[in-house]
């Protein structure tokens, strides 16, 4: 059945344009428009230009808005349209890209993403919940939506330490991070109020997650549901370095949920305070805690 044309602006990592997945912009511009659609090219120098030429365009006119990159371009998209009718598309390209797979989009054949995306744009878009971030030094003076994990534990500080650091290039500064971060890991005291109910720990790992997984694969809540109208805080406790290095590897795969150690939260709304951490989402920096995070069920529409 033929795709009424739309008006489709894609955004495309400024990153992209090196590696080995550098084509896939031009790929998803070249194929859309031979299905007959209008495409407005967002492609700029750095990610602020693009944040500000792709929000242009979505509020000039346009009845889809396409990321192509990993978790930090579809958090940009997201924060473009959410609680709008824009529908959100994402074709994966990323070193992580744990929103696409939790909405089982194709993330290891672009092929394969690009012809989801083209029937998706045939039928009704689904409707998915997003978590809203208050933030800022007057506390809730800023907001940030995210729409897979919020980190502020252990993984939140290696990204610090990571994004202070010169060198090396490329994903091998995030391998030297985590290990200075491993040398010195301890559990910090955190002030919690969970659905406003005051929870004091000591934690290795913070969380609040809408999605499965971060980082790549890191399965943090394997039970998560993006469309339940709940986030999932996600709490480890205190535990020994040598513990903590034998059971890390099985938070990636997911098999960490009956640890003594592990819990689960559902709930709606989460204050989460501790010194000298800073909070991120979907692998983007937000700032120093206290943050308070909501969920907005049915806060965005994505093509799947």
Request: one cysteine or more; aromatic letters at 4%.
């Amino acid at each position: 059945m033929p795709v009424s044309p739309r008006t489709v602006v894609v955004a495309v990592n400024p990153m992209a344009s090196f590696g080995r997945r550098r084509d896939v912009g031009p790929r998803v511009v070249e194929r859309l428009r031979a299905a007959g659609h209008t495409v407005i090219a967002v492609d700029e120098a750095n990610i602020e230009l693009l944040r500000r030429e792709t929000s242009r365009a979505v509020e000039a006119g346009a009845d889809a808005l396409v990321v192509v990159g990993g978790d930090g371009m579809a958090n940009l998209g997201i924060n473009i349209v959410a609680q709008t009718p824009t529908p959100l598309g994402i074709v994966p390209s990323g070193t992580g890209n744990d929103l696409a797979d939790g909405l089982g989009i194709p993330t290891a054949d672009a092929e394969a993403a690009i012809d989801q995306l083209l029937e998706a744009l045939g039928r009704p878009p689904r409707t998915i919940d997003a978590g809203l971030i208050r933030h800022g030094e007057q506390h809730a003076e800023l907001s940030t939506w995210f729409g897979c994990v919020l980190s502020a534990g252990f993984d939140a500080t290696v990204n610090e330490r990571a994004n202070l650091m010169t060198r090396p290039r490329g994903r091998s500064r995030y391998v030297f991070a985590l290990l200075r971060e491993l040398a010195v890991l301890h559990a910090r005291p955190y002030r919690i109020l969970a659905d406003g109910e005051p929870i004091e720990t000591e934690a290795m790992l913070v969380s609040v997650a809408n999605n499965r997984s971060l980082g790549g694969g890191m399965r943090i809540v394997p039970h998560a549901d993006l469309a339940d109208g709940r986030l999932d805080l996600f709490v480890v406790t205190r535990m020994s370095r040598p513990r903590f290095l034998r059971l890390f590897p099985k938070v990636f795969r997911g098999e960490h949920t009956g640890l003594p150690e592990v819990s689960f939260r559902g709930l709606s709304t989460v204050r989460i305070e501790a010194e000298g951490v800073v909070a991120y989402a979907d692998g983007e920096r937000i700032g120093p805690l206290p943050v308070e995070v909501a969920v907005v069920p049915g806060a965005l529409r994505v093509l799947v």
